[in-house]
């Protein structure tokens, strides 16, 4: 009888065990789990909310305070971005602790895939985050007769060969609309944040760029772009000079690192006097206040009626 009994009530307890184990959340219930802890870590993960009731060591309150993002170590740089918030790429590039980034092609873009985010980027997005140099140009060329000029022209005339006029056993170009005419008033006066946009979403129909240029070969297609607007306006957009727009010209760059590096360190008589490279030196709005207003100017209300492609 006893014997009956004890099994009675293992089995009881069992089915009862298994019953609980096997509660289905919904509702107000949360479910029950066999060894919770397994799959839920008592460990704070950072920047990360992922409170459990079953945790009682601590309070809610005090997870959430030792879970909440602290703040970056200054100069700190976001991973996969290159610049602040403005893309000037060179900030703090003299800087006796600054870091050499190279980026690639995972650079957060804050703007959406419409005509008012279009819009916004096209007002916002001024300055060229990468200096003017030859070999930026170099590249920036090279991938824009890959990439753009079947459509835009080499020449950046809206002749490229898909709308090529017809000819002795030629029937021309059959794309259906006429691409933009990149060296037309409109586009010499529209803003780098115009180009970069269409680039990474594409308009009409031009497709986006963005999954086939990196983040930097992006910025040296306008580069040269710039450069051929620049050539055409009898402007200089170079390394060494640009008198089109407030794009950073590389030998500023180069000037001003050696100058704040001489603040810095003092000037060794062995190395000669350096202070005739100040007059080249790019210092903010001061020395090209003349180009950020022309920059400005180039920033005008977008015309919806023109397309881009």
């Known amino acids: 009888m006893n014997l009956i009994k004890r099994n009675t009530t293992i089995l009881v307890v069992g089915v009862m065990l298994f019953l609980a184990s096997c509660q289905q959340p919904g509702g107000e219930k949360p479910g029950s789990e066999y060894m919770p802890d397994m799959a839920h870590s008592v460990a704070y993960e950072a920047n990360h909310y992922n409170y459990y009731y079953n945790n009682t060591w601590s309070s809610e309150a005090d997870y959430y305070e030792m879970a909440k993002p602290r703040t970056p170590v200054k100069g700190t740089v976001a991973r996969g971005f290159a610049g602040d918030k403005t893309g000037n790429i060179t900030t703090g590039m003299s800087s006796h602790n600054a870091i050499a980034h190279a980026p690639a092609g995972s650079v957060p873009y804050y703007y959406g895939d419409n005509d008012e985010e279009r819009l916004r980027a096209t007002n916002e997005i001024i300055r060229n985050p990468y200096p003017i140099t030859a070999a930026g140009i170099a590249e920036g060329k090279e991938l824009y007769n890959i990439y753009c000029g079947i459509c835009h022209g080499e020449k950046i005339d809206g002749g490229g060969y898909l709308v090529r006029d017809p000819g002795p056993g030629d029937v021309g170009g059959k794309y259906p609309v ?49 450069s051929l607007q620049a050539k055409e306006l009898k402007l200089e957009y170079s390394e060494e000079q640009n008198t089109f727009n407030g794009d950073i010209p590389g030998a500023s760059i180069a000037s001003t690192q050696i100058v704040q590096h001489t603040d810095v360190h ?44």
């Open 178 to 226: 006429q691409p933009a005419i990149l060296n037309s008033e409109e586009f010499v006066a529209a803003s780098n944040g115009r180009y970069y946009h269409a680039l990474m979403y594409g308009k009409n129909l031009m497709g986006a760029y963005a999954d086939k240029l990196s983040y930097e070969e992006r910025w040296q297609v306008i580069h040269y772009i710039r």
């Open 266 to 309: 003092g000037v060794d008589e062995d190395h000669g006097d350096v202070h005739h490279v100040e007059g080249s030196h790019m210092d903010g709005d001061d020395s090209h206040g003349h180009e950020e207003g022309h920059d400005a100017d180039h920033t005008h209300k977008d015309n919806d009626d023109h397309h881009d492609h």
